[in-house]
């Protein structure tokens, strides 16, 4: 004797000798034939909502009274994640934060950041999209990538001599993002250059005889509310004449890489080429600021160059990297290039199925035609690697009728018999 439906079903497909992974596929076909789209629903919310904060009332967005809403199961589920950034209280039609919202780590700098989620009714099914558009809020200080900039500058250099300094990163974006920096008063420098990059001009010409070295401070403050900044010491050493920085023979390198690369696979290679000679013309590399995570993922040779892979490289969690890379001369005059790493995809993840509804038991007297159950396929992967098709075995009461997006539902094709 049986307990259920679902066990007569177990036990047919085990007596025709499925295995797990066959019976994981015909199980995965339980499911309600999706409706059509009814629209779309869009929040604005900013990043680093306190869990539980309420996001909207997704029930009255929908008109859904909320008599029938708490029976309707909703549920929310995030693309390409196995994260649950938001759930819905039944009991009053809120969508409510259940994990942390970190604009950085989910987009880095771009702009527009929106995470995507299915809203799925039952009883009847609805399928609903719902954006979150995730504002940036200040959250990030200024920081430089290093505690002291050592640098040397020749007693020749002439007034209006320039330099360039290592600007100051800040994670947060927009009017959040460095805005402005600020020279500690000195006789000698004064700052130069654009919003792209930092420079420190000569103001008046340098004697050794009077002074060795001088020490700056340079602030970087962005534009948030309240403000929020950081500062680095400028420690300057007077020498003889170091005529010619290191200069790039590219400003922007771009490479492509394939994800899962094993460590020491070769990126690309970056050049610059002094002018000087002897110890002002030695070029040596190294990284401009590099976020902790890239860190662990990239290494770059301090003398041929080579950008290579250094730790494990997953396009579903990140497709591509920028980075600043500093060519350094003997006496510290150095230049910068930015880095651009393309990741390509490749098919390293399998489908996942998800039961999100299963009526069991089945009645034996159901019509045929009936809706008996819903599935969810997803692939992390992207484009072609991530399209999957889902199929049922032979012989078998019941069919799959491909629905919304990748939801499939299972319906009878014909009577069922509990006692065959």
């Known amino acids: 004797n049986f307990a259920n439906t679902e066990d007569i079903f177990l036990f047919k497909m085990r007596d025709k000798g499925f295995t797990a992974l066959g019976l994981s596929l015909c199980f995965a076909l339980f499911f309600e034939t999706l409706q059509k789209v009814r629209g779309d629903l869009s929040y604005s919310i900013p990043e680093e909502m306190k869990r539980g904060s309420v996001v909207g009332n997704v029930a009255k967005d929908l008109g859904v009274d909320l008599k029938t809403f708490s ?30 919202i970190d604009r950085e780590s989910l987009c880095g700098k771009k702009h527009a950041c929106v995470l995507k989620a299915d809203l799925v009714l039952e009883n009847p099914l609805e399928l609903h999209r719902v954006s979150l558009h995730i504002q940036d809020v200040n959250d990030n200080t200024p920081q430089f990538n290093e505690k002291m900039i050592e640098m040397e500058i020749g007693e020749s250099a002439e007034k209006g001599y320039s330099f360039s300094i290592d600007e100051a990163h800040d994670a947060d974006i927009g009017q959040n993002a460095v805005q402005r920096y600020i020279l500690q008063k000195n006789e000698n ?20 005889e009077k002074q060795t070295e001088n020490s700056l401070l340079l602030t970087a403050i962005d534009g948030g509310s309240p403000q929020r900044s950081g500062t680095v010491v400028i420690h300057v050493t007077i020498l003889d004449a170091n005529d010619n920085a290191p200069v790039f023979n590219e400003a922007i390198y771009k490479a492509s890489l394939p994800e899962n690369s094993p460590p020491e696979t070769v990126v690309i290679t970056v050049s610059a080429t002094d002018a000087d000679e002897g ?29 290579k892979v250094l730790g494990g490289i997953d396009y579903e969690e990140r497709n591509s990297f920028e980075m600043r890379v500093k060519a350094k001369d003997g006496l510290g005059l150095n230049s910068n290039a930015k880095v651009v790493i393309d990741v390509n995809d490749v098919n390293d993840n399998a489908p996942e199925i998800y039961l999100k509804s299963v009526s069991h038991p089945i009645p034996e007297n159901v019509s045929p035609g009936s809706e008996v159950g819903i599935i969810n396929v997803q692939d992390r992967d992207s484009e072609k690697n991530g399209q999957v098709r889902c199929s049922i075995q032979q012989n078998v009461p019941f069919k799959l009728v491909p629905s919304i997006k990748n939801y499939y539902s299972l319906v009878t094709t014909g009577q069922l018999d509990r006692e065959l």
């Not at 995030?78 to 009991?91: A, L, S, V």
């Not at 420098?189 to 050794?208: I, P, Q, S, T, W």
């Not at 040596?284 to 993922?297: A, C, I, K, M, R």
């Open 71 to 100: 029976s309707r199961q909703a549920r929310v589920d995030f693309e390409g994640t196995r994260k649950r950034y938001c759930g819905i209280n039944i009991n009053t039609g809120d969508l409510i934060t259940s994990e942390r």
């Open 189 to 208: 420098f004064v700052l130069a250059g654009d919003g792209n990059k930092v420079e420190l001009r000569l103001e008046n010409k340098l004697d050794r």
């Open 279 to 307: 110890a002002n013309g030695e070029v040596t590399y190294q990284f401009g600021h590099v976020s902790e995570e890239d860190v662990n993922l990239f290494m770059i040779d301090s003398k041929t160059g080579e950008i």
